[in-house]
Every structure is written in structure tokens, then in C-alpha cells.
Nanobody
Framework: VQLVESGGGLVQAGGSLRLSCKAS????????MGWYRQAPGMQRELVAQ???????NYADSVKGRFTISRDNAENTVYLQMNSLKPEDTAVYYC?????????WGQGTQVIVSS
């Protein structure tokens, strides 16, 4: 499975972006898909997860602002990001859970200006 992220960009604080992650193969068999991010000089961190049945989990830093969703028929995972903050600036990646990681995609850059 190859993962291709898109939808990043430059946005002012308080703005919104919607990220997409298109998988080349089927993701419906992958139970957990997630969005990760890596800020400059920082380790990659998990920000949101969604199980095949639709249950979601979020990091405290994005809870209430980000929404993860998946379309198994389209092999796509989304991340709706609202009320963006400068500290959300990072490269965003999608992948399975840590125990079942796929090859990482190139990510999509999100820059939030204050």
C-alpha cells in the first residue's frame, strides 16, 4: 500500500484545512488508520486515529478542533482541521497504527501563521 497525502498549505491562525490521504491499495482491511505530524526538531506524534468501524481517538492538543474520517470505498482518510494554531505547524502524514506501520508517504506541509 502506498500513501499519498495532500491538502496542506499556509493558513492564518483560526483558519481551517482539510487533509486527504489516498492509499494505492485497499484500506478497509486495515483496522486502525491515523494521522501523525512532525514539527521541525520534534519527534513524529500521533494526533488522530480512526478504527474501521468509525471509533475515533484524538491527542489532547487537537481534541475538539480536528476530525478524522475514512472512506473505505475510496481508500481515503481525511483530517478536517479547524481553529488552527501556530503550534499545529508541521508535516502531516497518515499511516496505520504503530504496530502495523506501512511505508511512510511524503507528507503534506501545514503552516499556521499567527
Amino acid at each position: 500500500v502506498q500513501l499519498v497525502e495532500s491538502g496542506g498549505g499556509l493558513v492564518q491562525a483560526g483558519g481551517s484545512l482539510r487533509l486527504s490521504c489516498k492509499a494505492s491499495g485497499r484500506i478497509f482491511s486495515i483496522n486502525v488508520m491515523g494521522w501523525y505530524r512532525q514539527a521541525p526538531g520534534m519527534q513524529r506524534e500521533l494526533v488522530a486515529q480512526i478504527l474501521r468501524g468509525g471509533v475515533t481517538n484524538y491527542a489532547d492538543s487537537v481534541k475538539g478542533r480536528f476530525t478524522i474520517s475514512r472512506d473505505n470505498a475510496e481508500n481515503t482518510v481525511y483530517l478536517q482541521m479547524n481553529s488552527l494554531k501556530p503550534e499545529d505547524t508541521a508535516v502531516y502524514y497518515c499511516n496505520a497504527d504503530y504496530s502495523n506501520l506501512l511505508p511512510w508517504g511524503q507528507g503534506t506541509q501545514v503552516i499556521v501563521s499567527s
